[in-house]
C-alpha cells in the first residue's frame, strides 16, 4: 500500500499557552489521530507559536505553504479548526491557501468530508461555531475591562511610563505612582520646558546621566517622543482613545467611528506633575517637535547597506538641506561608529543601474526571480475559478428554491427542502463573500506583480519604472547587499562649488578642451564682455580655463589643481566671475555645439559601494 505523506500545522496565541493548551497536547493529538489512518506518515511539522488566530501573515504558515508547493505533502492535518485562524474569514483563508499549493485539511476533531458541497457545508458550519466562541470570548474579555476602567481600574497592559500597577493581576488593580519614574518624569518636564535641547539632545542627556527607558535600553529621540505623548504628560488615561493610534495596537471601532466594545473611559491618574506644568509642557512639546515641511518618503534600501562597523542603515531625511539619506543605525549610540552618511538618490540610482545590468546579461526566461513573481498570478487563476464555482452552487440553490416556491400545494417534504435550500443558499452567500474579498486581494497584488513582471521580462529592464513598494520588494527577492567599501571616506567639508553646482542643476555637460578656433572665439567673447585689465593679469587664461574644465571633469579640489594651469585660487576667482556675469554658459553653450561634453563629476561624490545580490558580488567605481 503507498504511503501519503501528511504535515502537520499549530498554533497557539500566549494566552492558549498559558493556558496549558499548548503545541505538545497538539502534538499528540496529530500523532494519535495519524496512527490510526491507514497508509498516512507525519512527514514534518510547522509552529507558530504567539501568533494570533485572527492574522492572515503567520511565518509558521507562509512556511508551510513553501514547503507543501515543493511536492509531496497530500494532507496537512490540525487538531482543531480554530488553529487555522479564530475567524471564518481567517480559516477559509487558509483551506485555499493550502488547497492551492496542491495540499488538503483534515481535522483531528471531526471529518472535514470529501471535496464538494458536504465540505463546503460542514467547514462553514465548524467555522461559524470557531468565531461565535472567538467573539464571546472577545466580548467577555472586553466587558470585563471596560466594568474595570469605568470603576477607576487599570483594564490591562503596561502602566504609563511613571505609574507601575497596584494589586497587579486583581479585579481592583489601580494605578499609583512610581517613586522612580516619577523623578524622571519632572526631569523631563524641566528639560522640555527649558527648552534649547532637540529631543536626541535630550535622549543623550538622560543616557549621560545613567537613566535607562523601563526596559533597560537607552534613551534615543523615538523612544523619547513616544512617552511624552502618553497619558502621563497629558495628565490623564483613556482607555479606548480614538484620537491618537500606534501602528498595530489600536482601538477598533465601528461603521459609525465609535469604539467597537465600549465608549471611551478617561481612568484619573495620580497626579506626578500639577495641571499648570502639563500646559506648559504641551506647548513646549508641540513647539520642540513641529511638523516636518518634507516628508520622510520611503526608503528603499534601509536594513539593505552596511557600513565597516557592520550595522545596517536605516532612511534618514536631512532637514537643514532637504536632503533624503541613509545613516548608520549606530550613529547615534554613546559611542558613534563613526560611518559616514549616504545620499539617497546616489545609492538607490546605483543599485538600480547595478541590477539593470545584471539582469539585461540574463535572459528573461532563465532569471530566477520569474516564478516568484508569478505566484500571485497563478493563485488568482485558481482562486478565480474558486469563485466562479461557488457563483455556481448558490446560483443553483436560487433557481431550486425558486421551483419549489411556485408549487400550490406545500407540504411538510416540501417546506423541510426548502429551510435546508435556505440554509445552504446562506452559507454559500457567506463563503462567496469570503472568497470575493481574498479575491480583490489577490487582484491587487497580481496587479503590482505584473508590472514587476513585465520588467523583469524586458530585454533591457528598467527597475526605476516600478514604484517604491515595487522596487523594495525586488531587492528582497535578489537578496540586494550594499557595503561601503572605503571605511577611512570623509565627505568634503565647506561649501560646494557654484560651478559644479551649475551643471548638476541645469543638467549641462563639461566640454572638451577647445582647439584653437574655438579658443579664438572664446576670448573673442570675453574681450566683447570685460575690459582691457581683464587680461593683464599674468595668470595664462586658456591655460586657467582648461584647469577650471580639468577640475570639473576630475572631481578634484582647488587646492589640488596641478601647477601647470596656474594659481588655484586666482583660477577660481576667475571661473566664479564668468558664472556670475553669465559668460560661463555662453562658453560652455559654444564649446559643446558638437555634443562632445562628458557629465560633471559632483565634489560630494560618495564612497565605493560594494553591491551584491543572490546573483553576484561587485565592486562599483
Not at 129 to 150: C, F, P
Not at 545 to 572: Q, Y
Request: hydrophobic share 35%; aromatic share 6%; proline share 5%.
Amino acid at each position: 500500500m503507498q504511503t501519503v505523506d501528511v504535515a502537520a500545522y499549530m498554533r497557539v496565541s500566549t494566552t492558549e499557552q498559558r493556558g496549558k493548551y499548548g503545541i505538545p497536547v497538539q502534538a499528540q493529538a496529530i500523532r494519535a489521530f495519524v496512527e490510526q489512518q491507514d497508509a498516512w506518515c507525519l512527514v514534518q511539522s510547522w509552529e507558530d507559536i504567539g501568533e494570533s488566530g485572527s492574522t492572515h501573515f503567520r511565518p509558521g504558515l507562509e512556511a508551510l505553504l513553501a514547503d507543501i508547493s515543493l511536492g509531496g505533502v497530500k494532507h496537512v492535518l490540525v487538531h482543531r479548526l480554530d488553529r487555522l485562524g479564530r475567524t471564518e474569514a481567517a480559516i477559509w483563508r487558509c483551506i485555499w491557501q493550502i488547497e492551492d499549493v496542491g495540499a488538503q485539511v483534515e481535522c483531528c476533531t471531526e471529518p472535514l468530508g470529501e471535496p464538494g458541497v458536504e465540505r463546503w457545508l460542514t467547514v462553514d458550519r465548524l467555522a461559524q461555531s470557531v468565531e461565535a466562541d472567538y467573539r464571546r470570548i472577545v466580548a467577555r474579555t472586553q466587558s470585563g475591562r471596560q466594568l474595570k476602567a469605568v470603576n477607576g481600574g487599570w483594564p490591562g497592559g503596561p502602566a504609563p511610563y511613571g505609574y507601575r500597577i497596584r494589586g497587579k493581576g486583581t479585579f481592583g488593580s489601580t494605578l499609583e505612582v512610581d517613586p522612580a519614574e516619577a523623578g524622571v518624569v519632572k526631569l523631563l518636564a524641566d528639560l522640555v520646558i527649558d527648552g534649547g535641547r532637540t529631543l536626541v539632545g535630550i535622549a543623550k542627556e538622560l543616557n549621560s546621566r545613567g537613566i535607562l527607558t523601563r526596559s533597560g535600553k537607552p534613551w534615543t529621540g523615538t523612544n523619547l517622543h513616544r512617552r511624552l505623548r502618553g497619558a502621563t504628560f497629558l495628565g490623564e488615561a483613556v482607555f479606548r482613545r480614538t484620537d491618537r493610534q500606534w501602528g498595530g495596537h489600536r482601538t477598533r471601532l465601528g461603521s459609525d467611528g465609535r469604539p467597537l466594545h465600549g465608549e471611551s473611559v478617561v481612568i484619573p491618574l495620580p497626579p506626578i506633575l500639577p495641571a499648570h506644568r502639563i500646559r506648559s509642557f504641551q506647548e513646549a512639546l508641540a513647539a520642540l517637535t513641529r511638523p516636518r515641511k518634507n516628508p520622510i518618503g520611503e526608503y528603499l534600501l534601509s536594513g539593505l547597506i552596511h557600513g565597516h562597523c557592520g550595522r545596517p542603515y536605516i532612511g534618514c531625511f536631512r532637514s537643514k538641506d532637504g536632503l533624503r539619506t541613509y545613516r548608520c543605525s549606530g550613529w547615534n549610540a554613546d559611542v558613534s561608529c563613526g560611518c559616514v552618511f549616504l545620499p539617497a538618490d546616489l545609492v538607490e540610482e546605483e543599485v538600480a543601474s547595478h541590477l539593470n545590468a545584471l539582469l539585461a546579461s540574463i535572459p528573461p526566461n532563465s532569471r530566477p526571480m520569474m516564478p516568484l513573481f508569478s505566484l500571485a498570478h497563478t493563485q488568482l487563476i485558481q482562486h478565480l475559478e474558486r469563485v466562479r464555482s461557488l457563483e455556481r452552487l448558490a446560483a443553483r440553490c436560487a433557481e431550486e428554491l425558486d421551483t419549489l416556491r411556485v408549487k400550490t400545494q406545500q407540504d411538510r417534504v416540501i417546506a423541510a427542502a426548502m429551510r435546508q435550500l435556505e440554509s445552504e443558499q446562506k452559507a454559500f452567500d457567506r463563503i462567496l463573500a469570503y472568497a470575493r474579498d481574498w479575491l480583490s486581494e489577490l487582484h491587487n497584488l497580481s496587479s503590482k506583480d505584473a508590472r514587476t513582471t513585465a520588467v523583469l521580462e524586458a530585454a533591457a529592464p528598467d527597475i526605476r519604472s516600478l514604484s517604491s513598494s515595487e522596487q523594495r520588494r525586488l531587492f528582497e527577492s535578489v537578496k540586494v547587499r550594499v557595503d561601503i567599501v572605503d571605511p577611512t571616506f570623509r565627505y568634503r567639508e565647506g561649501t560646494r562649488c557654484w560651478t559644479t553646482r551649475w551643471h548638476q542643476r541645469k543638467g549641462t555637460p563639461v566640454p572638451a578642451d577647445p582647439t584653437d578656433s574655438q579658443w579664438s572665439r572664446i576670448e573673442e567673447l570675453l574681450r566683447c564682455r570685460y575690459p582691457a585689465h581683464h587680461f593683464r593679469s599674468p595668470l595664462d587664461l586658456r591655460a586657467a580655463f582648461l584647469g577650471m574644465l580639468h577640475r570639473l571633469r576630475s572631481g578634484i579640489l582647488w587646492r589640488d589643481l596641478p601647477e601647470r594651469f596656474g594659481d588655484p585660487e586666482k583660477v577660481r576667482c576667475r571661473q566664479r566671475t564668468w558664472l556670475a556675469d553669465g559668460v560661463w554658459a555662453e562658453i560652455v553653450t559654444l564649446l559643446n555645439e558638437e555634443g562632445e561634453g562628458t557629465p560633471v563629476l559632483s565634489d560630494e561624490a560618495g564612497p565605493a559601494l560594494a553591491i551584491s545580490t543572490g546573483l553576484d558580488v561587485e565592486v562599483l567605481r
